[in-house]
């Protein structure tokens, strides 16, 4: 058991996968029956990422317990984009804590797109939460360091614990976005005015855009998902990484906000904590059992990858890892049994 903020001893209850031939099994029908869908288009507002392949698509499950199951471009690189929002936050709240968090990043859906301004000024100023792109800016200023380039380290070092290797830097996407990242400047500039953020905030743009620039496959991200789902627990190294109520108040927020203004429906057909990515890759994780990662490039018009959010559809239903399905429990002894026994 772990005590929360409120001085509670909470117990946790989570269930487990299928037998691994059957993950196995059901990893490569998701991908047979998603690798030919057409539909969704690159995103094209960072310039070198409308140079991705649309035809990629690959397919993770990782296990709590460590066993990975693969299909189709599991292992080809493309950039963490905003599926890092998620794991900075979790790096910040570990050394921060639960409320200071809280209070100056938020934990509510804008309903609103990822870049909105519009957003922050209906909310005084309030990023509102940290998977859209002010509330991840606001996270990534609260890390704490003694400088830029000391902050941008801790954050590459924590994202590759999470991932369980080193990641590095793709400068070719960074130079491309750092050329075009005008709208996170002005929400930067705009939290600043705001008093959310308390430093530099072209200086905070540019760790930012960094960390969104690290390169890592469908098969990292399953694994740092992985990781969440175990309690802060890398399942490939065993190094923990962060708390188990860090990974219960990231996959909250997660839950609320990490899918954007599609979150809501999101949550009612798949019902998984998920976080996407604008080069096509999606992480969602199961509690207590593991984490799906999957990268295709074409994406809706809400930023989410079309082919991922499809295969982790099916893989929720067939493997049982909508967090808010159940079953009747049968009774383990005959009701009549159960009321003479308690008469």
Same mark, same amino acid.
């Given at each position: 058991?772990?005590?929360?903020?409120?001085?509670?001893?909470?117990?946790?209850?989570?269930?487990?996968?299928?037998?691994?031939?059957?993950?196995?099994?059901?990893?490569?029908?998701?991908?047979?029956?998603?690798?030919?869908?057409?539909?969704?288009?690159?995103?094209?507002?960072?310039?070198?990422?409308?140079?991705?392949?649309?035809?990629?698509?690959?397919?993770?499950?990782?296990?709590?317990?460590?066993?990975?199951?693969?299909?189709?471009?599991?292992?080809?690189?493309?950039?963490?984009?905003?599926?890092?929002?998620?794991?900075?936050?979790?790096?910040?709240?570990?050394?921060?804590?639960?409320?200071?968090?809280?209070?100056?990043?938020?934990?509510?859906?804008?309903?609103?797109?990822?870049?909105?301004?519009?957003?922050?000024?209906?909310?005084?100023?309030?990023?509102?939460?940290?998977?859209?792109?002010?509330?991840?800016?606001?996270?990534?200023?609260?890390?704490?360091?003694?400088?830029?380039?000391?902050?941008?380290?801790?954050?590459?070092?924590?994202?590759?614990?999470?991932?369980?290797?080193?990641?590095?830097?793709?400068?070719?996407?960074?130079?491309?976005?750092?050329?075009?990242?005008?709208?996170?400047?002005?929400?930067?500039?705009?939290?600043?005015?705001?008093?959310?953020?308390?430093?530099?905030?072209?200086?905070?743009?540019?760790?930012?855009?960094?960390?969104?620039?690290?390169? *890592? !496959?469908?098969?990292?991200? $399953? +694994?740092?998902?992985?990781?969440? %789902?175990? &309690?802060?627990?890398? #399942?490939?190294?065993?190094?923990?990484?962060?708390?188990?109520?860090?990974?219960?108040?990231?996959?909250?927020?997660?839950?609320?906000?990490?899918?954007?203004?599609?979150?809501?429906?999101?949550?009612?057909?798949?019902?998984?904590?998920?976080?996407?990515? *604008? !080069?096509?890759?999606?992480? $969602? +994780?199961?509690?207590?059992?593991? %984490?799906? &990662?999957?990268?295709? #490039?074409?994406?809706?018009?809400?930023?989410?990858?079309?082919?991922?959010?499809?295969?982790?559809?099916?893989?929720?239903?067939?493997?049982?890892?909508?967090?808010?399905?159940?079953?009747?429990?049968?009774?383990?002894?005959?009701?009549?049994?159960?009321?003479?026994?308690?008469?």
């Amino acid at each position: 058991m772990e005590t929360d903020v409120a001085g509670v001893r909470q117990a946790v209850s989570t269930g487990r996968l299928p037998a691994w031939d059957r993950v196995e099994a059901l990893v490569a029908a998701a991908y047979g029956r998603y690798r030919g869908h057409g539909a969704g288009a690159v995103a094209d507002y960072i310039p070198v990422l409308a140079e991705a392949d649309p035809g990629l698509f690959g397919v993770v499950v990782a296990e709590v317990a460590g066993d990975m199951h693969a299909a189709g471009a599991a292992d080809v690189e493309f950039t963490i984009q905003s599926i890092s929002k998620a794991f900075v936050y979790a790096l910040v709240c570990d050394q921060l804590g639960h409320d200071v968090v809280r209070d100056r990043v938020g934990v509510d859906n804008t309903g609103l797109p990822f870049d909105s301004v519009i957003a922050m000024e209906l909310n005084d100023g309030h990023p509102m939460n940290p998977m859209v792109n002010a509330g991840a800016l606001a996270t990534t200023a609260l890390m704490p360091a003694a400088s830029p380039d000391e902050r941008w380290e801790r954050i590459r070092s924590g994202l590759s614990r999470f991932a369980g290797r080193p990641l590095d830097i793709d400068t070719t996407v960074f130079r491309s976005e750092s050329a075009t990242n005008h709208r996170n400047r002005a929400l930067a500039q705009l939290l600043e005015s705001y008093g959310r953020i308390d430093i530099d905030p072209l200086r905070v743009v540019d760790v930012y855009t960094r960390q969104c620039a690290l390169r *890592v !496959s469908a098969r990292d991200i $399953a +694994v740092m998902g992985a990781t969440l %789902a175990d &309690g802060g627990v890398n #399942p490939v190294t065993g190094e923990r990484v962060v708390t188990p109520a860090v990974c219960r108040d990231t996959l909250s927020v997660l839950a609320a906000t990490g899918m954007y203004e599609r979150s809501g429906e999101w949550l009612f057909e798949i019902g998984l904590p998920a976080k996407s990515g *604008v !080069s096509g890759g999606i992480v $969602a +994780v199961a509690p207590g059992k593991g %984490a799906i &990662g999957t990268f295709s #490039p074409p994406l809706d018009s809400a930023g989410n990858s079309v082919r991922g959010q499809r295969a982790v559809a099916y893989l929720s239903r067939t493997l049982g890892l909508n967090v808010f399905a159940s079953e009747v429990h049968p009774p383990t002894v005959p009701p009549t049994t159960q009321r003479s026994g308690t008469a």
